[in-house]
């Protein structure tokens, strides 16, 4: 399974940015997306996760109400439309595939390799 993340960039406070990740292979093996970041010098933390029928999401609570995860399994992609942001929300965002839809980086087996997001102020 390949994981490929994309739309990323630079935005001002307040914009909005809409992330894209394209899964390719296995796929049937990621009832789970999930997407997770990390700014410089901190760890990597949960931003929100989906299930395989899209009917059960969960967020981060620093992007509940901003941020909103969806999937288009036809596609194979995941996608992490982001509103309202902050520039506490510059990081390497990164996309992952796995088994349980939660917020713990070892429910993921699979990773892409990051989109960067800048909001400046």
Known sequence: VQLQASGGGLVQAGGSLRLSCAASGRTSSMYAMG??????????????????????????DSVKGRFTISRDNSKNTVY???????????????????????SLRHYYEYWGQGTQVTVSS
Do not use: H
């Open 80 to 102: 992490l439309q982001m509103s309202s942001l902050k520039p506490e929300d510059t990081a390497l965002y990164y996309c992952a595939g796995g088994s349980v839809a939660g």
């Open 35 to 60: 997407w997770f970041r990390q700014a410089p010098g901190k760890e990597r933390e949960f931003v929100a996760t989906i299930n395989w029928s899209g009917d059960s999401v969960y967020y981060a």
